[in-house]
């Protein structure tokens, strides 16, 4: 009679079961953060108005939309930067910058007798160049003369914002041509709740009061966000850039050594980064209709704190391109929930910090818990 075979019972280790949990609250705390603080502002808006004002209303998502856009683009390029192992603080001033200039340059175009799509287009491309050059100055000093990329851009900052000044003269630059203030406000669809009619493209012929009841849905600023964003998940994750940006954000060094042209992507990804804030300042030119030299001032830290909070590692080498999205909404929520229940502005900075700091404390855990896997 032969004995049945030993049986290995597989008991898992509470220490491994905790780095599983660390591991998982890392990768998804965003988005729960996220939908808590949407639940939180629904509930909360609809008892201190008594029912009154829905935080989930179609107008209000198209507005937290709208607000994001700014931050979301400056974040686009941002993410690329921090994950290869750079920074770049220049982007608000470099936004203003071409705030001003395409203000400048859509309002000579149309006393110069030009039309107005062609003052718009004139405008967008002279704003979005000016800022790729401050950003291939930026890329250029980092990847040639290795100076830190800290105070390169930082540097730079202060030079663009000087430019942007003088080109100003200190004032908005406006007399500006309606068709862009059209582009900056008017949207893809347009839905009158009174009746039912939904609009295309074209804002329909109404009364004053009744178009206090349109609902303006996906603004142009948005779909062109939108499409940006798209093209920076297709670059960051199925093209070979994309894949370099990972490995010089990893180890410069190894990437170097395995035939990554690691300069010249450097270059690219800071000109991608200025352009990104380019079109942002474009983009403002055209919401207010007037170019402001400090349109990007108050926003360089809100884009930064997107990206953390959006799970992109401060040591590069990690990240993506949906996190910085769900750290704008995560920002954008914040603020226009604190607004509706009537707090005082200076709470959001403070709530906003406190989120950046759980954001770098988890990534701190997250390298902790996976070093100490490894070392064992």
């Given at each position: 009679?032969?004995?049945p075979?030993?049986?290995?019972v597989?008991v898992?280790?509470?220490?491994?079961r905790?780095?599983?949990l660390?591991?998982?609250?890392?990768?998804?705390w965003?988005?729960?953060?996220?939908?808590?603080l949407?639940a939180?502002?629904?509930?909360?808006?609809?008892?201190?108005t008594?029912?009154?004002?829905?935080?989930l209303?179609?107008?209000?998502?198209?507005?937290v939309?709208v607000?994001i856009?700014?931050i979301?683009?400056?974040g686009?390029?941002?993410t690329?930067?921090?994950?290869?192992?750079?920074?770049?603080?220049?982007?608000?001033?470099?936004m203003g910058?071409?705030?001003?200039v395409?203000?400048l340059?859509?309002r000579d175009?149309?006393?110069?007798?030009?039309?107005?799509?062609?003052?718009?287009?004139?405008?967008?491309?002279?704003?979005?160049?000016?800022?790729?050059?401050?950003?291939?100055i930026?890329?250029l000093?980092?990847?040639?003369?290795?100076?830190?990329?800290?105070?390169?851009?930082?540097?730079?900052?202060?030079?663009?914002?000087?430019?942007?000044?003088?080109?100003?003269?200190?004032?908005?630059?406006g007399?500006?041509?309606d068709?862009?203030?059209?582009?900056g406000?008017?949207?893809?669809?347009?839905?009158?709740?009174?009746?039912?009619?939904?609009?295309?493209?074209?804002?329909?012929?109404?009364p004053?009061?009744?178009?206090?009841?349109?609902d303006?849905?996906?603004?142009?600023p948005?779909?062109i966000?939108?499409?940006?964003?798209?093209?920076?998940?297709?670059?960051?994750?199925?093209?070979?850039?994309?894949?370099?940006?990972?490995a010089v954000g990893?180890?410069?060094?190894?990437s170097l050594?395995?035939?990554?042209?690691?300069?010249?992507?450097t270059i690219l990804?800071y000109?991608?980064?200025?352009m990104t804030?380019?079109?942002a300042?474009?983009l403002h030119?055209a919401r207010?209709s007037?170019?402001?030299?400090?349109?990007?001032?108050?926003?360089?830290?809100s884009s930064?704190?997107?990206?953390?909070?959006?799970g992109?590692s401060?040591?590069?080498?990690?990240?993506?391109?949906?996190?910085?999205?769900?750290?704008?909404?995560?920002?954008a929520?914040?603020?226009?929930?604190?607004?509706?229940?009537?707090?005082?502005?200076?709470?959001?900075?403070i709530v906003?910090g406190?989120v950046v700091?759980?954001?770098?404390?988890?990534d701190q855990?997250?390298?902790?818990?996976?070093?100490?896997?490894?070392?064992q």
């Amino acid at each position: 009679m032969t004995s049945p075979p030993d049986v290995a019972v597989a008991v898992e280790n509470p220490r491994d079961r905790r780095r599983r949990l660390i591991l998982a609250i890392s990768r998804f705390w965003a988005w729960v953060f996220l939908f808590a603080l949407v639940a939180f502002f629904w509930v909360s808006v609809t008892m201190t108005t008594d029912g009154e004002v829905n935080f989930l209303s179609m107008r209000n998502i198209m507005n937290v939309l709208v607000a994001i856009t700014p931050i979301l683009l400056m974040g686009l390029g941002q993410t690329f930067v921090i994950i290869s192992g750079g920074i770049d603080l220049s982007v608000g001033w470099v936004m203003g910058l071409a705030s001003v200039v395409a203000a400048l340059v859509a309002r000579d175009l149309v006393e110069s007798g030009a039309g107005e799509i062609v003052a718009i287009g004139g405008a967008f491309v002279a704003g979005v160049f000016a800022a790729m050059v401050v950003g291939l100055i930026n890329g250029l000093i980092i990847a040639k003369l290795r100076v830190p990329a800290f105070i390169v851009t930082l540097g730079m900052s202060f030079v663009a914002r000087g430019v942007a000044f003088l080109l100003s003269g200190g004032n908005v630059v406006g007399q500006q041509p309606d068709g862009m203030r059209t582009f900056g406000n008017e949207s893809l669809i347009y839905v009158n709740w009174a009746d039912g009619a939904v609009s295309f493209l074209f804002k329909p012929e109404l009364p004053d009061v009744a178009l206090r009841q349109l609902d303006r849905i996906f603004s142009w600023p948005v779909v062109i966000t939108a499409v940006a964003v798209g093209v920076a998940l297709f670059i960051l994750n199925r093209t070979q850039p994309g894949r370099h940006t990972y490995a010089v954000g990893g180890s410069r060094e190894a990437s170097l050594r395995a035939g990554v042209p690691v300069d010249r992507l450097t270059i690219l990804i800071y000109v991608g980064s200025a352009m990104t804030a380019g079109i942002a300042g474009v983009l403002h030119t055209a919401r207010f209709s007037g170019g402001s030299s400090i349109a990007g001032e108050a926003l360089l830290m809100s884009s930064v704190a997107a990206v953390v909070i959006g799970g992109v590692s401060l040591y590069g080498g990690r990240g993506n391109i949906m996190g910085t999205v769900i750290g704008a909404l995560i920002i954008a929520i914040l603020t226009t929930g604190l607004v509706m229940l009537n707090v005082e502005p200076f709470w959001q900075y403070i709530v906003i910090g406190i989120v950046v700091i759980l954001a770098v404390l988890i990534d701190q855990a997250r390298d902790l818990v996976i070093g100490r896997a490894e070392s064992q």
